[in-house]
T-cell receptor, first 112, second 117 residues
Framework: DVKVTQSSRYLVKRTGEKVFLECVQD?????MFWYRQDPGLGLRLIYF???????EKGDIPEGYSVSREKKERFSLILESASTNQTSMYLC???????????FGPGTRLTVL | AQKVTQAQTEISVVEKEDVTLDCVYE???????LFWYKQPPSGELVFLIR??????QNEISGRYSWNFQKSTSSFNFTITASQVVDSAVYFC??????????????FGGGTRLMVKP
């Protein structure tokens, strides 16, 4: 079974803090993805990575950066958290770019 | 551009009723994949099924069945004899296997299913 884990289920941060969200997958998948999910807006792709140290912007990359130093780990970084980044963050991985994505449990981030 | 529409934003049924979740998609590609995911209240998206555009056979898995109709660009999902544990948000998604850039999966807006005891 594919296993995707995220470092925290719930996180509360203050405006201006630097926030790291970690995602780890154990299936040697090439591709990893970060989404945010907001009521009424569905899932929106922030960034994805197709290889170690490689990344591409998704639909809403502003205010975020990512890091992929190892194949199994993909980090989402909020350089200076803002209240409008309060959201549910979902990480996913897949073998091929357009194939089945397997999701982690999600991190509910609240920025105060 | 690809698009997935789930016109039903919310459905409420009583346990043991059958329920169908609609999914209509738009794509110019002849080769594509279609998916269904389930998101229970815990938040994790759980993969349910992937369908290749060349395979129009309907699929049944226990109480779940999927009806893929290329002629109407629809990939509908039916739950037979619904149970309270089926309460979740269900997402339909579409991908182009030849697309090596941009958004890999195009998700619909989701349908919230509430099954009441």
């Amino acid at each position: 079974d594919v296993k995707v884990t995220q470092s925290s289920r719930y996180l509360v941060k203050r405006t201006g803090e630097k926030v790291f969200l970690e995602c780890v997958q154990d299936m040697d998948h090439e591709n990893m993805f970060w989404y945010r999910q907001d009521p009424g807006l569905g899932l929106r792709l922030i960034y994805f990575s197709y290889d170690v140290k490689m990344k591409e912007k998704g639909d809403i990359p502003e205010g975020y950066s990512v890091s992929r130093e190892k194949k199994e780990r993909f980090s989402l970084i909020l350089e200076s958290a803002s209240t409008n980044q309060t959201s549910m963050y979902l990480c996913a991985s897949s073998i091929l770019r357009a194939d089945t994505q397997y999701f982690g449990p999600g991190t509910r981030l609240t920025v105060l | 551009a690809q698009k997935v529409t789930q016109a039903q934003t919310e459905i409420s049924v009583v346990e043991k009723e059958d329920v169908t979740l609609d999914c209509v998609y738009e794509t110019r590609d002849t080769t594509y994949y279609l998916f269904w995911y389930k998101q229970p209240p815990s938040g994790e998206l759980v993969f349910l099924i992937r369908r290749n555009s060349f395979d129009e056979q309907n699929e049944i898995s226990g109480r779940y069945s999927w009806n893929f109709q290329k002629s109407t660009s629809s990939f509908n999902f039916t739950i037979t004899a619904s149970q309270v544990v089926d309460s979740a948000v269900y997402f339909c998604a579409l991908s182009d296997p030849h697309n090596n850039a941009g958004n890999m999966l195009t998700f619909g807006g989701g349908t919230r299913l509430m099954v009441k005891p």
